[in-house]
């Protein structure tokens, strides 16, 4: 069965940050050929700015369609996604383009509420309970998710890395989101 795994990264996090690094590692082990999308070349100050972010969300779009220009991706019988921050916007954002959003598979990392401006398939989510990017302690995320009956992982009082400061809580955070996300991966 060919199966394919495409990592969609943030701003700042790569696909060699710990999210998107042991997610790929599950996912490879699991017989996905794996696609990472190393875009970038973002403006600066972001965060808070409605027009960046929404300039920054459109060139991850392009880049990401432009790196997966080689592929069929109604070619593959399963469809993993995996997104960080912006690039949960550019992979719902790309599976809604190519018609394949019903049976990809979406794991969103910390995502923006732009993401849920697209359709999504079969979904899970992480997100920070103090992640400024969405409202901090007023995150607005795991209401989003309610509303479409999508499970959401709420990490206390982590930050938009699923960070809390603490070594030994994130480490213990980082196991727990990666067994969710491995048994999200299982058929």
Request: glycine share 8%; with cysteine; hydrophobic share 45%.
């Amino acid at each position: 069965m060919a199966k394919l795994a495409v990592f969609f990264p943030g701003i700042g996090y790569t696909v060699d940050k710990p999210l998107l690094y042991y997610s790929r590692k599950l996912a490879a082990a699991r017989d996905y050929e794996i696609r990472l999308l190393p875009y970038g070349g973002f403006p600066p100050k972001i965060k808070g700015d409605r027009a960046r972010m929404a300039e920054s969300a459109a060139l991850a779009y392009r880049q990401a369609e432009d790196m997966l220009a080689d592929l069929d991706l109604r070619a593959y019988e399963a469809l993993l996604f995996v997104g960080k921050s912006i690039g949960t916007v550019a992979a719902a954002k790309l599976a809604a383009a190519h018609g394949v959003t019903e049976r990809a598979r979406f794991v969103l990392y910390t995502p923006l509420e732009e993401t849920f401006t697209f359709p999504l398939g079969q979904t899970i989510v992480f997100t920070g309970g103090a992640d400024p990017w969405v409202g901090g302690a007023e995150n607005r995320i795991p209401g989003l998710c309610a509303a479409r009956g999508i499970p959401c992982h709420v990490i206390p009082d982590a930050n938009h890395s699923l960070e809390c400061g603490d070594v030994r809580t994130d480490l213990k955070n980082l196991r727990a989101v990666m067994k969710e996300t491995e048994r999200f991966l299982e058929p």
